[in-house]
Nanobody, 124 residues
């Protein structure tokens, strides 16, 4: 059974930083694209950032470009999301996801495995 376990969420003031981490088990980690999604109350789940299996290709939603950085360590089966200059609109539950041979990374239904989520709250 595949497990994705997020850590690092919490409460931070606007302008602050948080780092989310996700540890994967029972998965050929380097074969999977890894991503971070978020879902705010009353909104659809959206892709925040994704990184290819080898780590050479990254993609971000426009609203976080220049502020968030996704990275992975295939030796440790972990993926991280460094979030800087946080804004109140970044408040959401953040989910780690793993996807194999994804044609469209933006659609949650295309991803294979999910973590349980980590709450990030940014106060103004």
């Amino acid at each position: 059974q595949v497990f994705l376990v997020e850590s690092g969420g919490g409460l931070v003031q606007a302008g602050g930083s948080l780092r989310l981490s996700c540890a994967a088990s029972a998965i050929t980690f380097s074969s999977y694209t890894m991503g971070w999604f978020r879902q705010a109350p009353g909104k659809e789940r959206e892709l925040v950032a994704a990184i290819s299996g080898g780590g050479g290709i990254t993609d971000y939603t426009d609203s976080v470009k220049g502020r968030f950085t996704i990275s992975r360590d295939n030796a440790k089966n972990t993926v991280a999301l460094q979030m800087n200059s946080l804004k109140p609109e970044d408040t959401a539950v953040y989910y780690c996801a793993a996807g194999w041979r994804l044609l469209d990374t933006t659609q949650p239904r295309n991803w294979n495995f999910w973590g349980h989520g980590a709450q990030v709250t940014v106060s103004s």
